[in-house]
């Protein structure tokens, strides 16, 4: 450990740390060294992108195997941010869940956590109620 403590970019470990949590605490600054953002930073190859173009046809971000844990919950707001989820009717949520791993709950608290950053509080309020009326958010358990 200490190893990639002294020299991270030898290492190819990526923590589940979220970034928000550490810059939210100044005294442990230090720790950046050790969160996914920080890490995939390192490792990145700049001209590379995960995120489709928005180009207004319809696009399902589609979820499987995830934690929808607070450790990654800025990746998901990136994501969220990119897309304008709250107003753009053609960005839709795909939630796809194991027999035994249903994850209603974890999809509710993402979805009200991302909420609470809208400029709008009561359009924050709304956002699950708003994708479930407008068919957006779908959890669905796979065969």
């Given at each position: ?49 995960i995120l489709p173009k928005i ?33 753009n009717n053609k960005v839709s ?51």
């Amino acid at each position: 450990m200490n190893k990639c403590a002294e020299n991270c970019a030898s290492c190819n470990i990526i923590f589940g740390i979220d970034d928000t949590v550490i810059q939210s605490q100044e005294e442990n600054f230090e720790l950046h060294k050790f969160s996914k953002t920080y890490r995939k930073m390192l490792i990145a190859d700049a001209e590379t992108s995960i995120l489709p173009k928005i180009d207004n046809q319809m696009i399902e971000i589609k979820f499987y195997g995830h934690s929808f844990s607070e450790a990654d919950y800025s990746y998901f707001q990136s994501i969220f941010d990119y897309y304008n989820l709250y107003e753009n009717n053609k960005v839709s949520l795909i939630c796809y869940y194991s027999k035994g791993f249903e994850q209603t709950d974890e999809v509710y608290r993402l979805i009200n956590t991302y909420g609470k950053t809208l400029s709008n509080k009561d359009q924050g309020k709304n956002l699950t109620h708003k994708l479930l009326l407008e068919n957006r958010l779908k959890i669905i358990e796979v065969p």
